[in-house]
Nanobody, 129 residues
Framework: QLQLVESGGGLVQPGGSLRLSCAAS?????????IGWFRQAPGKEREGVSC????????NYADSVKGRFTISRDNAKRTVYLQMNSLKSEDTGVYYC?????????????????????WGQGTQVTVSS
């Protein structure tokens, strides 16, 4: 059974850091060719945060997180990470990882949630003093 499981969320003060993990089970990570991170704040639509090519070097970030967040992967551990530094209150939300198998380029679908058929259950990130 294909499954993506997020972990690493929590409560952190503004300026702090968290590292989220997205672990794939059922198949190796390269069953997907793109893994994306999305987030959803209360009362807002889900938005793309970052995505990474599972087998290549392509990476993309939303403008709102560039320079603060870093996405990476460890194929041997079947895990994609999202290192989040200099967190702000507006980063608060539920963070989801999602996977897609697509011949399209990463940059054409990175932040389009409907393109991703496989989703984890999400992990809560709260940035507050």
């Amino acid at each position: 059974q294909l499954q993506l499981v997020e972990s690493g969320g929590g409560l952190v003060q503004p300026g702090g850091s968290l590292r989220l993990s997205c672990a794939a089970s059922g198949f190796t990570l390269d069953y997907y060719n793109i893994i994306g991170w999305f987030r959803q704040a209360p009362g807002k639509e889900r938005e793309g945060v970052s995505c990474i090519s599972v087998s290549g070097g392509a990476i993309n970030y939303a403008d709102s997180v560039k320079g603060r967040f870093t996405i990476s992967r460890d194929n041997a551990k079947r895990t994609v990470y999202l290192q989040m530094n200099s967190l702000k209150s507006e980063d608060t939300g539920v963070y989801y990882c999602a996977g897609v198998r697509s011949p399209r380029s990463l940059f054409s679908l990175c932040d389009i949630s409907i393109e991703y058929p496989y989703w984890g259950q999400g992990t809560q990130v709260t940035v507050s003093s």
